[in-house]
């Protein structure tokens, strides 16, 4: 048997040499077999890691904001002449199939592209005369170091979701990946330092709790930007900020799909479909309940049963594949547990895909696309968040009760209406709790020049990801307030400021 490759971490600008004390195993979720070895840091890991950031950061910080973004300009060229590479790294490890793997870069390309026009995000505000010959100004400076903690499901866009708003407004970054498909990390730092980032700015180490409880208790962390389940965002989340850090930490989801009698019933179902079976459901804006108000629920059922009976199930490297594996038996076996206590609790099961089989690739870790009907909020598959091809389809018999629902579950990432009535979809948008809506579009993630974030229990931290958030997250706010006297203007006066206007 050849001998499997070892996934090292990135420090100071080149792989790490330091024998690893502990590794774990990377999987071909299409063939259910371990194809690498990842190093599990540990804190003394950790600590090189991060103390190498901090070395690092004062110089970048005071780098001019244009060859900040001339770097970043030469990154995206880079990431643009390396996306086949990457894309296949990510469908090896994760399991996505090609085009959902490019669609993630392209996603992750976007928040660079915004961050390349940092000298414009970053101009303060000036006030010129705030009193007599008194001007105040705002600027924005580093954090100092960032630490990201990143899930599995997006191995590149969420890493790029904070990588390039943090580099470019001057902070040194230790980015804590996804243990499950760490290689694509990899392949930012290299791409980076080929694109002139200094050593030690963007450091990588891979791992699981010991790594990030390092990262959150280390005392050179200033900020830690993470991305994962609720429970996990929520501990993040407290033990960050009790360490003294800034934290922005988002949480898991169940998004909601409204569906209204008047819709265009073929656009929801193939909404429905792409939105709820893309990525095998492993996104964290899928949509995983849908609401169908009134009339729809049977039409709406119908299609989507026409969709998935010719949905194409296979590896990420199947060209023709349209949904591929999930991410490791873990993952399968839990999916697989949540439908069957579906069935059991006595939701009507409209498609089941425990049994599909995908020809050669017996072992690998796959789900069929599963549809429940009739299902109701107590059950335990409406309730959690499942992360699997699974959508469920609760009834409801007014738009005003499907708005209860969707503002009764705990999580609010993202939800959609699907509606031809204005004043249906002005009514949604408006009262609904939850961070980021569509209409007619079931994954309504914002581009970058917009922030994206979820309220309850999808996000911790007040600052969204990306964008203006991002920009305000990754700086620390000083406002000055300058006077160049006049010879008049001296002399000793011990007034509190303003008493001269009051009286
Ligand atoms: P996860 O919570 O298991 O892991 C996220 C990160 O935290 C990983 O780097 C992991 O190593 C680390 N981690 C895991 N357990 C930990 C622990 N006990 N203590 C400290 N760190 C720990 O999440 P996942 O399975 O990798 O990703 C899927 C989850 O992420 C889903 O819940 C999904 O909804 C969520 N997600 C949310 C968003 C969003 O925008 N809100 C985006 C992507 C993914």
């Known amino acids: 048997m050849s ?45 090189r890691a991060v103390e190498t950031a901090a070395a690092a950061q004062p110089e970048w910080g005071e780098t001019s904001l244009t060859r900040r973004a001339e770097v970043l300009f030469r990154f995206r060229q880079l990431l643009l002449d390396h996306v086949e590479e990457l894309a296949r790294l990510i469908s090896s490890e994760h399991g996505k199939v090609r085009f959902d793997a490019m669609g993630e870069i392209r996603a992750g390309l976007d928040v660079l592209e915004f ?16 009193s007599t010959n008194i001007d105040t100004y705002s600027i ?33 970054f230790v980015l804590k990946p996804s243990e499950k498909d760490p290689s694509a990390s990899l392949l930012l730092a290299r791409l980076l330092k080929e694109a002139g980032l200094p050593d030690g700015v963007f450091n990588v180490v891979h791992g699981d709790k010991v790594a990030v409880d390092s990262l959150l208790t280390h005392p050179r962390v200033d900020a830690v930007s993470s991305v994962g389940s609720t429970p996990v965002a929520r501990y993040i989340y407290s033990t960050a900020s009790a360490n003294g850090k800034r934290v922005q930490s988002l949480g898991g989801a169940k998004n909601h799909m409204v569906v ?38 049977d039409q709406l059922i119908e299609k989507v049963r026409e969709r998935l009976a010719v949905l194409r199930v296979g590896p990420g490297s199947d060209p023709e594949a349209q949904m591929g594996p999930l991410v490791t038996a873990e993952a399968r076996d839990r999916v697989v547990a949540a439908i069957e ?11 089941d895909g425990r049994d599909l089989k995908v020809e050669g690739y017996e072992n690998g870790f796959f789900v069929g696309p599963t549809i429940f009907d009739h299902v109701t909020p107590d059950l335990s598959i409406y309730r959690d968040e499942i992360f699997g091809p699974v959508l469920v389809v609760v009834r409801a018999d007014r738009l005003e009760d499907a708005i209860s629902l969707v503002n009764a579950n705990p999580y609010g990432n993202g939800t959609a209406i699907f509606t031809n009535d204005g004043g249906a979809a002005r009514m949604f948008q408006h009262e609904v709790q939850v961070g980021m809506v569509g209409v007619n579009v079931p994954i309504p993630v914002p581009l970058p020049f917009y ?7 999808s996000l911790f931290g007040s600052l969204h990801m990306y ?35 009051s009286s």
Not at 163 to 169: E, G, M, N, R, S
Not at 264 to 291: E, F
Not at 341 to 351: M, S
Not at 473 to 485: A, E
């Open 3 to 47: 001998e499997l490759r070892t996934v090292t971490h990135w420090i100071g600008g080149r792989p790490d040499d330091e024998p690893p004390q502990r590794l774990g195993d990377v999987y071909d979720p299409a063939t259910g077999e371990v194809q690498a070895r990842v190093a599990f840091a540990s804190e003394a890991d950790v600590d």
């Open 140 to 172: 924005r400076q580093p954090v100092g170091v960032a630490a990201g903690i990143t899930p599995f499901n997006f191995p590149m866009m969420v890493p790029m979701w904070m990588v390039p708003i943090a580099l470019a407004c001057g902070n040194a």
């Open 115 to 130: 961050a390349c026009g940092i000298p414009h995000l970053l101009k303060g505000e000036f006030s010129e005369n705030v």
């Open 260 to 297: 209204m009698p008047d819709c265009d019933m073929d656009l929801a179902a193939d909404s429905a479909v792409n939105a709820g079976y893309g990525s095998t459901g492993q996104r964290c804006m899928a949509v995983s309940a849908v609401v169908a108000v009134g009339a729809a629920g």
């Open 467 to 501: 964008g203006p958030d991002g920009v305000a997250f990754f700086t620390r706010g000083k406002v000055v307030t300058t006077r160049w006297p006049e010879p008049a203007a001296r002399g000793v006066d011990l007034g509190f400021p303003g008493a001269s206007r």
């Open 341 to 351: 206590a579906g069935v059991r609790a006595g939701a009507t099961l409209a498609v």
């Open 451 to 457: 922030s994206f974030g979820g309220w309850k229990a």
